[in-house]
T-cell receptor
Framework: DTAVSQTPKYLVTQMGNDKSIKCEQN?????MYWYKQDSKKFLKIMFSYNNKELIINETVPNRFSPKSPDKAHLNLHINSLELGDSAVYFCASSLGRGGNSPLHFGNGTRLTVT | QKEVEQNSGPLSVPEGAIASLNCTYSDRVSQSFFWYRQYSGKSPELIMSIYSNGDKEDGRFTAQLNKASQYVSLLIRDSQPSDSATYLCAVKRGNFNKFYFGSGTKLNVKP
């Protein structure tokens, strides 16, 4: 199946821990994103990579570090997790820089920090 | 001012009725406009995209774009209970593929 897949689906951890979320797409897209969705359903962009180059870096604590080893993979590492990091994190991809290609989302990772 | 604004709802319509969802955006250079449907606990799913002024129809869905007034809407005809979900409006602008989302409108279709 062609898709955006991310792992894990659920992540429960304690404050202060470090965790990673992985994302892979086989749609042939060249741009990948991390979005954070809070409890009120608001989707906020965090990062975007185009062909391994960081092109969008919103105001995100530097505890969050994305890494794109190639254009089909984008990972997110979070250091020193805080309660406020609890949210659903969505990976997404699209085609082309400019143009009308929509976002295709992964299934999300629900992060709960206790 | 938020980039993209939507009424959070909930919007309740009876089965078979037309549901009308609205969205306004702040930046005139916005290029592309999308509607996503998100069921509870699921990821957003693209249902419509529109790039030019006017209407675009796909089955029971019609997207309408008015760039002069900076609004985009989604009409769902013959609403079904399975249409009950949160509908997210997204706007893309610039050469960096930056997508801005509204906070979503929750639609309830009552049988």
């Amino acid at each position: 199946d062609t898709a955006v897949s991310q792992t894990p689906k659920y992540l429960v951890t304690q404050m202060g821990n470090d965790k990673s979320i992985k994302c892979e797409q086989n749609l042939g897209h060249d741009t990948m994103y991390w979005y954070k969705q809070d409890s009120k359903k608001f989707l906020k962009i965090m990062f975007s990579y185009n062909n391994k180059e960081l092109i969008i870096n919103e105001t995100v604590p530097n505890r969050f570090s994305p890494k794109s080893p190639d254009k089909a993979h984008l990972n997110l590492h979070i250091n020193s997790l805080e309660l406020g990091d609890s949210a659903v994190y969505f990976c997404a991809s699209s085609l082309g820089r400019g143009g009308n290609s929509p976002l295709h989302f992964g299934n999300g990772t629900r992060l709960t920090v206790t | 001012q938020k980039e993209v604004e939507q009424n959070s709802g909930p919007l309740s319509v009876p089965e078979g009725a037309i549901a009308s969802l609205n969205c306004t955006y702040s930046d005139r250079v916005s290029q592309s406009f999308f509607w996503y449907r998100q069921y509870s606990g699921k990821s957003p799913e693209l249902i419509m995209s529109i790039y030019s002024n006017g209407d675009k129809e796909d089955g029971r869905f019609t997207a309408q774009l008015n760039k002069a007034s900076q609004y985009v809407s989604l009409l769902i005809r013959d609403s079904q209970p399975s249409d009950s979900a949160t509908y997210l409006c997204a706007v893309k602008r610039g050469n960096f593929n930056k997508f801005y989302f509204g906070s979503g409108t929750k639609l309830n279709v009552k049988p």
